[in-house]
């Protein structure tokens, strides 16, 4: 009987490579749709296994090829498991069309753009939008600092944040759900 520090000898696992190695591959190949890396990472695994596990050599069958291949397909089972449990990766392109923020040409355009549109609304609108954002107010505050009830400081920073959202370019904004 082997422990589990047992390990299988050299030349047992260099004849076991020669002999099976090519339809081993081969066979993952399949399993993993052509993808030669994915197959040789399997491939390696699955001699692991034999190296880790001497015992499959002294079973009753004439060839290793049966205990090898069921290993093989194994392992590319828990593989694609695997990595389908992980989100997928992104690729480069969507990190080239983002923009860089140490780039002060985006945030200078877009400085622009904002001061745009803060000046095609009315002078009532804009005023309360420098009370809350620029100012920093609360709506109270700015009520007070403008003269105005708090609510209509609300309704107008509502619309104006409607205009400045259709004025914006690139500008979008995630829709919330509506509830009932």
Not at 85 to 99: C, K, M, N, Q, S
């Given at each position: 009987m082997?422990t589990?520090t047992?390990t299988?000898?050299?030349?047992?696992?260099?004849?076991?490579?020669?002999?099976h190695?090519?339809a081993?591959?081969?066979?993952l190949?399949?399993?993993?749709?052509g993808d030669?890396?994915?197959?040789?990472?399997?491939?390696q695994?699955?001699?692991?296994?034999?190296?880790q596990?001497?015992?499959?050599f002294?079973?009753?069958?004439?060839?290793m090829?049966?205990?090898?291949?069921t290993v093989g397909?194994?392992l590319a089972i828990?593989?694609?498991?695997?990595?389908?449990?992980?989100?997928?990766?992104?690729?480069?392109g969507?990190?080239?069309a983002?923009?860089d923020?140490?780039?002060i040409?985006?945030?200078?355009v877009?400085?622009?753009?904002?001061?745009?549109?803060v000046?095609?609304?009315s002078?009532e609108?804009?005023?309360?939008?420098?009370?809350i954002?620029?100012?920093?107010?609360?709506?109270n505050?700015?009520a007070?600092?403008?003269?105005?009830?708090?609510g209509?400081v609300?309704s107008?920073?509502?619309?104006?944040l409607r205009?400045l959202a259709?004025?914006?370019?690139?500008y979008s904004?995630a829709?919330r759900?509506?509830?009932?």
């Amino acid at each position: 009987m082997a422990t589990a520090t047992a390990t299988t000898d050299e030349r047992a696992m260099a004849e076991l490579q020669r002999e099976h190695g090519p339809a081993l591959l081969s066979f993952l190949q399949g399993l993993t749709y052509g993808d030669q890396q994915r197959a040789e990472d399997l491939l390696q695994e699955t001699f692991v296994k034999a190296w880790q596990h001497p015992e499959a050599f002294d079973a009753p069958y004439e060839s290793m090829r049966p205990w090898l291949f069921t290993v093989g397909r194994r392992l590319a089972i828990d593989a694609r498991r695997s990595r389908m449990a992980r989100p997928t990766e992104i690729g480069d392109g969507v990190l080239a069309a983002t923009a860089d923020p140490a780039d002060i040409t985006e945030s200078a355009v877009a400085a622009l753009d904002v001061r745009a549109a803060v000046g095609s609304l009315s002078p009532e609108h804009r005023a309360v939008l420098v009370q809350i954002y620029f100012h920093g107010l609360s709506v109270n505050e700015a009520a007070r600092a403008l003269g105005i009830p708090p609510g209509t400081v609300k309704s107008r920073s509502h619309y104006a944040l409607r205009a400045l959202a259709r004025g914006l370019p690139g500008y979008s904004r995630a829709r919330r759900p509506v509830r009932h």
